[in-house]
């Protein structure tokens, strides 16, 4: 009996599910470090990274910009976004969003308690995950230029 059949067979079908597997959402890295999950951290880099994987294009003033099309993300397109890490640790990554409302982007990240302490009009909501860790889903007003923010900040 001839083996190289079967192998040869098993070999085509292993690169016909590879090739039929969708590709990775380019979005998926910047979701996942604006889930903030407790004990998740960042680098500059990693997140400038993520931003870039996703579509958006960095410009100057540290800002990074969807130029070229949208780029989709919880229901909304970016509009731009920003990472910064301060001396102390901190870190903050920003998304402002088009195109849908803080309550949407809320239940998308089960972000669904309101902070009061924002000052906006429409209702903006906050999730503390952890003694570090925090989840912000911002409304904005019309003059802002965006809709929705969302904002993972992680304390030192």
């Known amino acids: 009996m001839n083996t190289r059949l079967p192998t040869l067979l098993l070999a085509l079908a292993a690169s016909a599910a590879v090739s039929a597997a969708p ?3 380019p979005t998926a890295a910047l979701e996942a470090l604006l889930a903030c999950r407790a004990g998740s951290d960042f680098t500059q880099a990693q997140a400038e990274d993520a931003l870039r994987a996703a579509g958006l294009t960095h410009v100057p003033g540290g800002v ?9 993300l919880f229901g909304g397109s970016v509009d731009s976004a920003n990472v910064s890490i301060g001396p102390s640790g901190s870190k903050s990554l920003h998304v402002y969003l088009n195109d849908v409302s803080a309550p949407q982007v809320g239940r998308s990240l089960s972000v669904t308690t ?3 302490a924002a000052d906006s009009e429409a209702p903006s909501f906050i999730r503390k995950l952890d003694a570090r860790h925090t ?7 019309d003059y802002e230029g965006y809709s929705a923010s969302v904002s993972c900040l992680i304390l030192p």
């Open 64 to 72: 990074f910009e969807a130029k070229g099309g949208k780029v989709a």
């Open 135 to 141: 989840l912000h889903v911002g409304a904005a007003d």
């Open 114 to 116: 309101v902070n009061e």
């Open 23 to 25: 590709a990775a959402k």
